[in-house]
């Protein structure tokens, strides 16, 4: 009789050290797929999957299909796919456990109260920013598209995700600007490398960062960073809401003094008491 520690020795070696070739590749490759599938605002054919992830149309649609049985992607009456609502038992289940949510919601109430903003707390999530807790203003919805559970945004032309990168360890923010993919989301977006790498310089030495309709046309946002207690970046902290009615000479101060009450929670230290802001320089 073979081991139990036989199978998870030849596991952790499956993972770690093999190319996915192996039987894992139908798992990767289903999971990239659903992914994919979610973030898309209307239903896909199966050329487009396979054109995305550079597959023979036989894998996608095998992919798929896979999907379709496990619940987790309809097909449309014209034979595209959509991904269903199961897929939010997955995010709504992982959402409510995760350690950072239940302490930021109290300082989401209190930014959109204080500011009239939808506010988005953030984390990151590969090449991407997630949105793990949101609030907006009571008695209406919310402004910004993007301050939805769940979400996720690209990091370029977020004023979360500019947040996230700029407080990134450099050998990480480099190896990170290299790969990530710069796409147009607006007029305004950032899609020049060098560009965003002067932009999250100027990020860290004024201490927030700013989306200028460059994620949404209509959308302003400004975000600070939220840190541990070893001054690492975890968190980023959002107000966004019509040009208008985001100040950050106005709004800044707010996120700075929720941020500093949530970074001393992180750190476990006493007094976690709104403290005063830094002026905002524009």
């Known amino acids: 009789m073979v081991p139990p520690q036989f199978h998870i020795v030849t596991l952790f070696y499956l993972v770690e050290y093999q190319p996915v070739t192996t039987p894992l590749?139908?798992?990767?490759?289903?999971?990239?797929?659903l992914e994919w599938l979610s973030d898309q605002p209307q239903a896909v054919g199966v050329s487009t999957a396979a054109e995305r992830f550079a597959w023979p149309r036989s894998r996608a649609?095998?992919?798929l299909g896979a999907l379709v049985a496990?619940?987790?992607a309809v097909q449309e009456a014209d034979r595209r796919y959509r991904a269903t609502a199961r897929v939010l038992r997955l995010a709504c289940g992982t959402m409510s456990r995760h350690p950072l949510r239940a302490l930021a919601l109290p300082a989401l109430r209190r930014t959109s109260e204080a500011t009239g903003c939808d506010s988005v707390f953030s984390v990151l999530d590969g090449e991407r920013t997630l949105a793990i807790a949101v609030d907006s203003p009571a008695g209406r919805p919310a402004a910004d598209p993007f301050a939805m559970l769940g979400r996720a945004a690209h990091l370029h032309g977020a004023a979360n995700g500019k947040v996230l990168l700029a407080w990134m360890p450099l050998l990480d923010q480099?190896?990170?600007l290299d790969?990530?993919?710069l796409p147009a989301l607006t007029a305004r977006t950032i899609t020049d490398r060098a560009a965003l790498a002067r932009e999250l310089v100027l990020v860290r030495s004024r201490g927030w960062a700013l989306n200028d309709g460059e994620n949404h046309p209509d959308i302003r946002t400004v975000s600070v960073p939220v840190f541990d207690g070893f001054h690492r970046c975890v968190a980023a902290l959002g107000a966004s809401q019509v040009p208008a009615l985001v100040d950050p000479a106005v709004v800044v101060p707010v996120l700075q003094r929720e941020s500093a009450a949530l970074t001393r929670a992180l750190a476990g230290l006493p007094g976690a008491a709104h403290s005063r802001p830094a002026p905002v320089k524009a």
Do not use: K, S
């Not at 590749?25 to 797929?33: E, I, N, S, T």
């Open 25 to 33: 590749r139908p798992l990767h490759d289903g999971l990239d797929l």
């Open 70 to 72: 496990a619940g987790y």
């Open 61 to 63: 649609h095998r992919v």
């Open 174 to 176: 480099e190896g990170l």
């Open 179 to 181: 790969r990530l993919e």
